[in-house]
């Protein structure tokens, strides 16, 4: 009652909506923009309002903690005045990037022994064509514009990001395979923002909770790093079937995916090729795994390995140090990650990294640990 009040008698000058339990944001919105008043100041730490931005009608959105002095000019001022200055762009935003409150979760539902997602890229608010004769922008409840481009957010945004890298690197290096690039995407992301801390998640109850892997992946794609990755994880189509046949897919069935008979179930495996590693546990607290990793460096090269071990878990990586004498050439591992304790059963990350001796390449592995039944 008391903001339907506020709302009628500010109809001739700006309103400052202040964050509440009993009327959302969004219903603030849609009240002042009925209202049709010459302004508005929304209050609110509500990821989905900054990252969708649905507004109508002149207004700005500012934080709990920015709010403070805004509300001490209002009570401090007998006429206080507010002005909304747009067409600007702001660079160098802190902490940037963070993890979007929509961005989707893994592990995945149909293979969760994989971790997914693989890769984090731009998707929000990010300007792409758009149908001409389709509503892109609404002023007050009754004026609708179109226009051949739009600022749209999702899955949809990042995907072209990252298709458009994976065909940059694919003309650069026309001999990498489709496995190589990715590894080369995933192992030369960043896990850290602009403060040098670890990104973020919208989504997280915290407002500085960090982001797991399930929710970035690998972290934020960085195509330059991706151009010189130093070793790949690569795989053959063959390596994947033997993922399907350890997934116990039938013969037909592969075969509708393949559209070949040139492959086969000689040797099932569970364990693909992969730049991460993803721990599911119950009863089974070991697990193994087993990676080859190919040197696509200009020469030779000596990486050695650095853990960064999950909480409640112990992680040794074999042998410590890889010696690779020329490009091309293969080298394996073996990681073994044993789960001593974890009993509110949380989802654990930690990472392992080669580097390269003198610093030239770093070439770095998520892992995330959670107890099995996560899905």
């Known amino acids: 009652v008391n903001f339907y009040k506020q709302v009628a008698e500010a109809i001739v000058g700006i309103i400052v909506c202040k964050a509440s339990d009993s009327i959302s944001v969004f219903d603030q919105i849609k009240l002042v923009t009925m209202a049709n008043i010459k ?30 002095s805004v509300i001490n000019y209002l ?41 997914k997602p693989d890769i984090m890229a731009p998707g929000t608010r990010v300007l792409a064509a758009y149908i001409p004769h389709k509503t892109t922008a609404t002023i007050g409840t ?24 994976a065909a940059l690197l694919k003309a650069a290096r026309p001999e990498w395979s489709v496995a190589a690039i990715k590894s080369a995407i995933m192992t030369t992301a960043s896990f850290l923002d602009n403060t040098n801390n670890p990104i973020r998640d919208n989504a997280n109850p915290n407002p500085n909770g960090f982001a797991s892997p399930l929710a970035i992946g690998a972290g934020e794609i960085n ?27 039938s013969s037909d069935q592969i075969l509708t995916i393949t559209r070949s008979r ?30 080859t990793v190919t040197n696509v460096g200009d020469g030779g ?29 293969k080298q394996s591992y073996e990681v073994n990650i044993m789960v001593h304790m974890n009993e509110n ?14 610093g030239k390449h770093s070439v770095r592995s998520p892992i995330v640990v959670a107890p099995f039944g996560i899905v």
């Open 39 to 68: 302004g508005a100041v929304f209050i609110s730490d509500n990821p989905e309002l900054t990252e969708w931005g649905h507004l109508y009608s002149p207004s700005i959105v500012i934080t709990s903690k920015d709010a403070k």
């Open 75 to 115: 009570q401090t001022n007998k006429n206080p005045k507010a002005t909304i200055n747009f067409q600007q762009t702001f660079v160098g935003i802190k902490p940037s990037p963070v993890a979007a409150h929509y961005s989707s979760r893994g592990p995945s539902p149909s293979f969760p022994w994989i971790l």
């Open 262 to 291: 040139s492959y086969n179930c000689s040797n099932p495996s569970l364990d693909l090729n992969y730049p991460s590693f993803m721990v599911l546990y119950n009863k089974s607290r070991i697990h193994k795994f087993r990676r």
């Open 142 to 165: 009754n004026v609708f514009l179109s226009s051949q481009y739009n600022f749209q957010s999702g899955t949809s945004m990042a995907c072209p990001h990252v298709s458009a890298v």
């Open 223 to 249: 195509p330059n790093r991706a151009l010189d990755p130093g070793l790949v994880y690569d795989a053959t189509p063959q390596d994947y079937v033997n993922l399907l046949c350890g997934m116990n897919y």
């Open 345 to 358: 059963n949380n989802v654990s990350f930690g990472d392992i990294v080669w580097v390269e001796d003198g």
């Open 301 to 329: 090269g000596t990486y050695s390995v650095e853990v960064r071990e999950p909480m409640g878990c112990m992680v040794t990586a074999l042998p410590k140090k890889l010696v690779f004498k020329d490009k091309n050439e």
